[in-house]
């Protein structure tokens, strides 16, 4: 299948050190995406779909989320640029909910932490979906692509 990530890649640079739930985070939403994900570019008039796989490098530079897009050999594909803006809400706010679905696992009983977590699956569709709403015309991802996306971005955004 060529319409997917075959590597990607999150430039740490200026990025604090992630506390343990954070890089577990990453590890697992990097792992399943590999697994299983569907990225694409969308068609231009002016030039064909470079086939994929792709390599993807994430960053955050001047204040902007940066995609850069490779071909599976390395050759660069594209690069775009988007808003942190429409990110801030929900990523502040999934973070909130995630610091207390990790206290609610220390110390509260299954039925509490299945409330916590329905609620934080919730935040993460939100941002999944201003992702997706984000990639319009740029990049073809589904929904669970684009919530593992979303973790990366979290990362990237609170390090």
Same mark, same amino acid.
């Given at each position: 299948?060529? !319409? *997917?990530?075959?590597?990607? %890649?999150?430039?740490?640079k200026g990025l604090?050190?992630?506390?343990? $739930?954070?890089?577990?985070?990453?590890?697992?939403?990097?792992?399943?995406l590999l697994e299983? !994900?569907?990225?694409?570019?969308?068609?231009?008039?002016?030039?064909?779909?470079?086939?994929?796989?792709?390599?993807?490098?994430?960053? @955050?530079? $001047?204040? *902007?989320?940066?995609?850069?897009?490779?071909?599976?050999?390395? !050759?660069?594909?594209?690069?775009?640029?988007?808003?942190?803006?429409?990110?801030?809400?929900?990523?502040?706010?999934?973070?909130?909910?995630?610091?207390?679905?990790?206290?609610?696992?220390?110390?509260?009983?299954?039925?509490? @932490? %299945?409330?916590?977590?329905?609620?934080?699956?919730? @935040?993460? !569709? %939100?941002?999944?979906?201003?992702?997706?709403?984000?990639?319009?015309?740029?990049?073809?991802?589904?929904?669970?692509t684009a919530r593992?996306?979303?973790?990366?971005?979290?990362?990237?955004?609170?390090?």
């Amino acid at each position: 299948m060529t !319409n *997917r990530l075959c590597h990607i %890649e999150i430039d740490e640079k200026g990025l604090a050190r992630p506390t343990p $739930e954070i890089e577990q985070e990453r590890k697992v939403a990097i792992f399943d995406l590999l697994e299983d !994900n569907r990225f694409g570019l969308p068609a231009r008039e002016d030039r064909a779909v470079p086939e994929g796989p792709y390599r993807l490098h994430l960053a @955050i530079r $001047e204040g *902007r989320l940066v995609f850069d897009i490779a071909q599976e050999a390395g !050759n660069k594909v594209g690069e775009f640029h988007l808003s942190l803006g429409p990110f801030r809400q929900v990523v502040k706010d999934y973070f909130q909910i995630c610091e207390s679905y990790f206290e609610a696992v220390k110390r509260l009983p299954p039925s509490q @932490i %299945e409330a916590i977590d329905m609620a934080r699956r919730g @935040i993460h !569709n %939100e941002g999944a979906r201003v992702l997706q709403e984000r990639l319009e015309g740029k990049a073809e991802v589904d929904t669970d692509t684009a919530r593992r996306l979303f973790t990366l971005i979290c990362v990237l955004h609170w390090g």
